[in-house]
Nanobody, 111 residues
Framework: QVQLEESGGGLVQPGGSLRLSCGVS????????MGWYRQAPGKQREWVGL???????DYADSVKDRFTISRDNARNTGYLQMDRLKPEDSGVYYC?????WGPGTQVTVSS
């Protein structure tokens, strides 16, 4: 079973940036799609974006033009670059590969 681990979260001021990483176990990463999700307190988990194994990328409207998904197949790692962060971007961020979830990483956007 694939195992995931997110990292890179933290506290940032509005307008700031963070880059999250998602490490994926095994050697399947280059052949699978990778999704990013987030969950704010008291809310359902929501989809943030997706990068397919072929490189197609899509984003939720709420993060489009501010967030960028990328991947390094040689390192079995995916990334979520988040710019121009807003307080409503706060939450626990998760990556998803083959229906498996990591433990998540907390992002807090606050002054």
């Amino acid at each position: 079973q694939v195992q995931l681990e997110e990292s890179g979260g933290g506290l940032v001021q509005p307008g700031g940036s963070l880059r999250l990483s998602c490490g994926v176990s095994g050697d399947i990463f280059s052949r699978v799609n990778m999704g990013w999700y987030r969950q704010a307190p008291g809310k359902q988990r929501e989809w943030v974006g997706l990068m397919t194994s072929g490189g197609t990328i899509d984003y939720a409207d709420s993060v489009k033009d501010r967030f960028t998904i990328s991947r390094d197949n040689a390192r079995n790692t995916g990334y979520l670059q988040m710019d121009r962060l807003k307080p409503e971007d706060s939450g626990v961020y998760y990556c998803n590969v083959l229906h498996a979830w990591g433990p998540g990483t907390q992002v807090t956007v606050s002054s």
